[in-house]
């Protein structure tokens, strides 16, 4: 009689555990992916319902957000939602932190996302060491605020902060990684602008291998300049993934084996339309 209770019971918890859980810990690499809608800019300028269409089109469930076009974040998370993506990551405006935290957190909430992420910190010309330490102290404040409310908060670098620090051999995303330990503050790794900016991101994963929670996975042209900190690049040095000079393998196992659990690809080329399916079929086909 036991058995025949617990059969059934037992059948249905490793059918509800499937799929309640479809991207646990466990899940194959391919179903890892998501898309950073900022890859889609143009499209959601003109009509951002065609734009969540073609995201959902692509076979991916978790999406990374760059601003609520032009809705309110209640009602872009619904129509993300109808459409089967979930907005897990948010990237989050560093002077709006500044102005006003406890407004950009209820735009957190309320798209229902559970990360929160800094991609820019404004500045002039070069940036430099007194820059890099008003950043430290906000996201020493910061870190643990996002933290109180569920929240895990991060910071995305952007190549200017591979240039050097006040320590010789450090870099001053080193000191911002040593400085933030222990403030909940989490890192997520442009592929594309480490590089850009001089940095490996294999050694940088290997040298801070518990602050990676996310990789945006973006290709740089094979034989484009590197070793720059300007932050910026020309759109053509921006390739399909799998097109480009990344060692994909290398980048996408290091993550892997460190429990990196968020692959975002963001496209930034003349034509993500075009771009994003064969960067979205080089990763499926990829064995990580």
Same mark, same amino acid.
């Not at 798209?111 to 992420?117: E, N, P």
């Not at 933030?180 to 403030?183: L, P």
């Given at each position: 009689m036991k058995i025949r209770l617990l059969c059934p019971v037992l059948i249905f918890a490793a059918a509800?555990?499937?799929s309640a859980h479809p991207h646990s810990e466990a899940a194959p690499f391919p179903e890892r992916i998501g898309l950073q809608l900022y890859s889609l800019r143009g499209l959601f300028l003109q009509?951002?319902?065609a734009a969540m269409d073609l995201a959902a089109s692509y076979g991916i469930t978790e999406v990374e957000t760059a601003g609520t076009a032009r809705m309110t974040p209640a009602q872009f998370a619904a129509e993300l939602t109808q459409r089967g993506l979930t907005p897990v990551f948010a990237h989050v405006g560093y002077d709006a932190l500044v102005k006003d935290f406890d407004a950009v957190l209820?735009?957190?909430e309320a798209? #229902?996302?559970?990360?929160?992420?800094i991609a820019w910190i404004p500045h002039q010309g070069d940036y430099d060491a007194e820059e890099n330490d008003r950043a430290i102290a906000h996201f020493n404040a910061w870190g643990p605020k996002f933290a109180q409310a569920g929240i895990k908060f991060g910071y995305h670098p952007h190549g200017y902060e591979f240039g050097g620090g006040k320590l010789e051999g450090d870099t001053l995303f080193d000191q911002m990684a040593q400085a933030?330990? #222990?403030?909940n503050v989490s890192f997520e790794l442009d592929v594309f602008w480490a590089v850009h900016g001089g940095a490996d991101p294999v050694a940088l994963m290997d040298r801070y291998p518990d602050r990676w929670v996310s990789l945006h996975v973006k290709d740089i042209r094979k034989g484009a300049p590197t070793g720059l900190t300007s932050g910026h690049a020309p759109e053509m040095d921006n390739v399909a993934v799998g097109q480009g000079a990344i060692d994909w393998p290398a980048v996408l196992g290091k993550a892997r084996?460190? #429990?990196v659990r968020y692959y975002f690809v963001e496209d930034e080329t003349p034509d993500p339309v075009k771009n994003l399916p064969p960067s979205f079929e080089y990763l499926r086909r990829l064995d990580v």
């Open positions: 509800l555990s499937l009509d951002p319902f209820a735009e957190v798209i #229902g996302a559970r990360y929160a992420v933030t330990a #222990g403030n084996d460190l #429990g």
